[in-house]
């Protein structure tokens, strides 16, 4: 079935300092990848998506591209702040999955320090 | 407005007692979940409906038994509460159903501890 691997948690930065979390996922055809937020006590947001192969999503300088070919959609930022800390989940939704299904990630936690 | 909300945010309450959720959504989506957050942050989805039909039931005990009075609401009762039912529980709603659902909307989840 279709899986979703993050790399574990928890990270911990300095302000400033690049990020990557890394992320691989299992799936048949060509599923709509996407990155979610989750700041303490509050529930998920999307952070971004992408739903074919080499689309780059963004926002909030957060970046991450579909690699079909790597099976990959890493998390990356060139400059992290301390509002930045948070537990952050990769997911996939399955082309051919009823009733529009996530599979996330274990999620992995981020800590930036000032 | 808050676009999902559910209440309540917390719940305490003994082994044994029957306990609700209630999760409303006033985007206009036509398909609605809810997902389980356990004590290691792990999520995974517990039900789907698109306008008010049962769409994903994801081998859930059923003690867990989702109501659907319209497609703009979706609430969770549980029976005979287990220790290992403690978990954050989020409401979510998409604007389609399959395999191109979309973004989901989450609620801010529902602290469930059982004692």
């Known amino acids: 079935g279709d899986s979703v691997t993050q790399m574990e948690g928890p990270v911990t930065l300095s302000e400033e300092a690049f990020l990557t979390i890394n992320c691989t996922y299992t799936a048949t055809g060509y599923p709509s990848l996407f990155w979610y937020v989750q700041y303490p006590g509050e529930g998920l947001q999307l952070l971004l998506k992408a739903t074919k192969a080499d689309d780059k999503g963004s926002n909030k300088g957060f970046e991450a591209t579909y690699r079909k070919e790597t099976t990959s959609f890493h998390l990356e930022k060139g400059s992290v702040q301390v509002s930045d800390s948070a537990v952050y989940f990769c997911a996939l939704m399955g082309i051919y999955n009823q009733g529009g299904k996530l599979i996330f990630g274990q999620g992995t936690e981020l800590s930036v320090k000032p | 407005d808050t676009a999902v909300s559910q209440t309540p945010k917390y719940l305490v309450t003994q082994m044994g007692n029957d306990k609700s959720i209630k999760c409303e959504q006033n985007l206009g989506h036509d398909t609605m979940y809810w997902y389980k957050q356990d004590s290691k942050k792990f999520l995974k989805i517990m039900f789907s409906?698109?306008?008010?039909?049962?769409?994903i039931n994801e081998t859930v005990p059923n003690r867990f038994s989702p109501k659907s009075p319209d497609k703009a609401h979706l609430n969770l009762h549980i029976n005979s509460l287990e220790l290992g039912d403690s978990a954050v529980y989020f409401c979510?709603?998409?604007?389609?159903?399959?395999?191109?659902?979309?973004?989901?909307?989450f609620g801010e989840g529902s602290r469930l501890t059982v004692l």
């Open positions: 409906y698109n306008n008010k039909e049962l769409i």
């Open positions: 979510a709603s998409s604007l389609r159903t399959g395999g191109r659902a979309g973004e989901l909307f």
